[in-house]
């Protein structure tokens, strides 16, 4: 296992950490300067950032500063209600996709979607089986298209309790099977040098902490033909937690066993970067960006 | 499966549901008249209710009354820190099953624990694992006191948003590997007559609705000697869920498909009651008592 504590050459920033200060929000500009202004060497941006940035100016900046990505946030949202909601899913996840390129990010992180509508407060049914149905479908038919480009899909399973409005893929378990039925080979088409798989999943700290199968499932990602975590991410597990959001917590100020899960995910041979995404909507956003930024790394070589 | 459209027979209403209405918090000599008045035949009351109301005479109003229970809530809270809080864990729990007795219930409903001080803000440490082992060794132990008193153990495992603080059981498929590891013939000691299991699980709808293995999961609850099922409980998930503890829904409110998974419960042989348990800050709590208890009645008879 990696030692983290002499530097943080494998800190990324997730820009949503940084992206609601009070006062005065961070456009995607700041933060990238911000980053690298402190030897951050990767961030992980959002799609909005990115279109109210510009995409060409924010490669260029991220080229011009240094930086790589560590992923793109995101794609997915896959379920649907008819034709025409299927085919802008489709339209939209390919613009991701193209975007994710130009930017010469790892993977493209999929948050893959629930009950269509809910999350606006409507959900149009209760079928989580036809939602998982329709996550299954589009994730085959997306993998395709990345396989063209040479850009990996990183699945990202998302807490139990955004199983109706966020995604319907809640365990590593899940996530990796649809990696197995999907692209049993863990195909990387375009670029025959890569060990990475066309398909594959993000392990985020705050998302599978609690599983009881955690061990057993990272040690499953890493065993087949190419090593299937195409992405860590790490913030914390807070007591109480107060918000089903936006309540995360700062690496070290909760419950999550962080050092433990990292052995696990480095055992697989994982060496890629530790993502800290934090939603903070009464802590950390309402704190000055470059003082969240310099704690993410104090923390990150200490806790994580 | 059962129709429950034509009548409530198998409606039970844990106390929990009417128990704190603003105005005029029902105590629980209230909650009991006012159900049996409208036809409901079982009700699952919480200890620190029948404290207050007394044990014996909560019996004798039950018998009075016509009642029965669905269940007695709750015994658990199984992790500790030292031999001083893992006897007085022990204590607790034994209390607890003597009441589930003198009340003739059908199983006593654990709560398992989690992190040891999570649920008061200060966990005393971040080993899931640990916590984890000692509810094992708890539920072995207390397993043996059940047999003895012929009271059945029904393990409730809790969302994964409560694994920090409340339980730290979160999927049925856990739940049934420590049925068959701790209770392996499913063995009732006490009264040879019965088919009931000395250690089986709560199916809590709120709890498990999200698990893609649930299907599978409750199918193997019905597989072995006896059916480890030994209690359903409803309510519903609403989108948005505004807070993590106290913003249940009514069923019908929603999105779980509560009729699916009765259907799946009850093609294990389960013929049980079906018991609301709403805890509900902002609404139901603040309604009065009767006019909950009439709603229950009326989803039940629609949305289960």
Known sequence: MRDFSQDHRWLSINTATVRKQRGEPWPLPKIL????????????????????????????????LGLELSGYCRGGLFTYTDSASQQAVR??????????????????????????????????????????AQVA??????????????MPLAIEPLHPMYAADRACVNTLAQALDLCEALDPAAGYAASGSSARPALGVAVDAYHVWWDPQLEAQIAR???????????????????????????????????????????????????????VEIFSKANWWQRDGGEVL???????????
């Open 33 to 64: 300067d911000a980053c690298a202004a402190r030897g951050i060497r990767a961030v992980s941006p959002w799609r909005d950032q990115v279109a109210a940035a510009g995409l060409a100016a924010t490669a260029a900046q991220v080229k011009a």
């Open 91 to 132: 339209d939209d996840n390919l613009r991701a996709l193209d975007e994710a390129c130009t930017l010469d990010a790892p993977c493209l992180v999929l948050v893959v979607g629930a009950l269509p509508g809910a999350l606006a407060g409507r959900p149009a049914h209760r079928d989580l089986a036809l939602a998982r």
């Open 137 to 150: 479908e589009g994730i085959a038919w997306l993998v395709g298209e990345a396989r063209q480009r040479g």
């Open 221 to 275: 990602a890493g065993r087949g033909p190419a090593n299937r975590i195409l992405a860590l991410h790490v913030c914390d597990w807070l007591v109480p937690t107060t918000d089903l959001l936006e309540d995360r917590g700062m690496m070290g100020d909760g419950v999550i066993d962080l050092p433990r899960l990292r052995g696990w995910v480095e055992a697989t041979g994982y060496a890629g970067y530790s993502e």
């Open 294 to 304: 310099d704690t993410c790394i104090e923390r990150h070589r200490r806790c994580v």
